[in-house]
């Protein structure tokens, strides 16, 4: 069993950035691979970043790529995600996902753990 707790979500205007960070309890850390997603009101919950179990791999849906950065601290037992260039679409739920898989999550049916999400609203 993992628990996994959000932090770093807030209001931020356009243009600016946030750091989350997803501090994990339970099994070993560094076998899962972790995961990054978000649902605005009324959407589906959709993939954001994702990073292997060592943090060799990273990847990014198209919509962030170039403005977030996923990373990992295995001895911390920590995620985070790096929000740079935030626009008001970004405005959503941020959910910190765990897998028991060796490679990266992109979809939510893999997911074993999830948070329970902290918010990010960016105002225009």
């Known amino acids: 069993q993992v628990q996994l707790v959000e932090s770093g979500g807030g209001l931020v205007q356009a243009g600016g950035s946030l750091r989350l960070s997803c501090a994990a309890s339970?099994?070993?850390?560094?076998?899962?691979?972790m995961g990054w997603f978000r649902q605005a009101r009324g959407k589906e919950r959709e993939f954001v970043a994702a990073?292997?179990?060592?943090?060799?791999?990273?990847y990014y849906a198209d919509s962030v790529k170039g403005r977030f950065t996923v990373s990992r601290d295995n001895a911390k037992n920590t995620a985070y995600l790096q929000m740079n260039s935030l626009k008001p679409e970004d405005t959503a739920v941020y959910y910190c996902?765990?897998?028991?898989?060796?490679?990266?999550?992109?979809?939510?049916?893999?997911?074993?753990?999830w948070g329970q999400g902290t918010q990010v609203t960016v105002s225009s």
């Open positions: 339970g099994r070993t850390f560094d076998i899962y691979a």
């Open positions: 990073i292997s179990r060592t943090g060799g791999t990273t």
């Open positions: 996902a765990a897998a028991n898989l060796d490679r990266v999550i992109t979809t939510a049916r893999l997911i074993n753990y």
